[in-house]
C-alpha cells in the first residue's frame, strides 16, 4: 500500500481554477468547491484489499513493511483497489506483489472502516498456494501461529482487527 489517501488537487479538475471550501446548497459537510464553474470535488474513502494467506500446517503470513506510513511494522498483504479489479482479485494481486505468494479460494473475513485516514479495508482468508518470499514495499515475510503475533507492533487498527478475528475464527469460536 502506498500515497496517502486523502491527496488531492487544490485545482478544479474541470476549469483549473484554484478551489475553496464551502457547503454546496443541500448539503450539510463543507465541501471543495469550484466558484467558477460550480464542481464539487467529493473527497470519498479508498478501497483496500488484502489477504491472510493461511498455509497447510496453520500458519499465516505476514510482512514487515518496507515503505512508510508505518515502516518495519507488521502486516498482512494488501493495497489499494484499481479501477477493473474486483477486490478479490486486487487482495491476490497485492499478494503476488507483495510475497510473491499465489492464493485461492478467498474468503471474507471482514470490513474494516473509521473515520480516518479514509480507507476501507476489504480482508479475506486465503489459501496458500506456492512458496512465499519477500516481494515489493516488504523488507521481511514470516509465517505465524496464533500465539506468535507480534500484537505491539503491527501496522494498522485494522491489522489488529482483522488478526483479532482471524484468531477466532481459526479456534472455531
Ligand atoms: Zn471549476
Not at 473509521?114 to 479495508?121: A, I, L, N, T, Y
Not at 503491527?154 to 484468531?167: E, I, P, R
Given at each position: 500500500?502506498?500515497?496517502?489517501?486523502?491527496?488531492?488537487?487544490?485545482?478544479?479538475?474541470?476549469?483549473?481554477?484554484?478551489?475553496?471550501?464551502?457547503?454546496?446548497?443541500?448539503?450539510?459537510?463543507?465541501?471543495?468547491?469550484?466558484?467558477?464553474?460550480?464542481?464539487?470535488?467529493?473527497?470519498?474513502?479508498?478501497?483496500?484489499?488484502?489477504?491472510?494467506?493461511?498455509?497447510?500446517?496453520?500458519?499465516?503470513?505476514?510482512?514487515?513493511?518496507?515503505?512508510?506510513?508505518?515502516?518495519?511494522?507488521?502486516?498482512?498483504?494488501?493495497?489499494?483497489?484499481d479501477?477493473?479489479?474486483?477486490?478479490?482479485?486486487?487482495?491476490?494481486r497485492?499478494?503476488?506483489?507483495?510475497?510473491?505468494?499465489?492464493?485461492?479460494?478467498?474468503?471474507?473475513?471482514?470490513?474494516?472502516?473509521?473515520?480516518?485516514?479514509?480507507?476501507?479495508?476489504?480482508?479475506?482468508?486465503?489459501?496458500?498456494?506456492?512458496?512465499?518470499?519477500?516481494?515489493?514495499?516488504?523488507?521481511?515475510?514470516?509465517?505465524?501461529?496464533?500465539?506468535?503475533?507480534?500484537?505491539?507492533?503491527?501496522?494498522?487498527?485494522?491489522?489488529?482487527?482483522?488478526?483479532?478475528?482471524?484468531?477466532?475464527?481459526?479456534?472455531g469460536?
Amino acid at each position: 500500500m502506498s500515497g496517502h489517501p486523502h491527496s488531492f488537487s487544490r485545482y478544479c479538475m474541470q476549469c483549473g481554477q484554484r478551489l475553496t471550501t464551502a457547503i454546496p446548497e443541500g448539503d450539510r459537510k463543507r465541501r471543495l468547491v469550484c466558484l467558477d464553474c460550480g464542481f464539487i470535488h467529493y473527497i470519498n474513502p479508498r478501497p483496500v484489499a488484502g489477504t491472510i494467506p493461511v498455509r497447510a500446517d496453520g500458519r499465516f503470513l505476514l510482512l514487515r513493511r518496507g515503505i512508510q506510513p508505518r515502516i518495519g511494522t507488521w502486516v498482512f498483504p494488501g493495497g489499494y483497489m484499481d479501477v477493473g479489479e474486483t477486490a478479490e482479485s486486487a487482495a491476490a494481486r497485492e499478494t503476488l506483489e507483495e510475497a510473491n505468494l499465489e492464493v485461492a479460494n478467498l474468503e471474507l473475513l471482514g470490513v474494516y472502516t473509521r473515520p480516518e485516514p479514509g480507507v476501507v479495508v476489504i480482508v479475506y482468508v486465503a489459501e496458500a498456494t506456492s512458496e512465499a518470499s519477500v516481494g515489493e514495499e516488504t523488507t521481511e515475510i514470516g509465517w505465524f501461529a496464533p500465539h506468535e503475533i507480534p500484537w505491539d507492533d503491527l501496522a494498522f487498527d485494522s491489522t489488529t482487527a482483522a488478526l483479532t478475528d482471524l484468531v477466532r475464527r481459526l479456534a472455531g469460536q
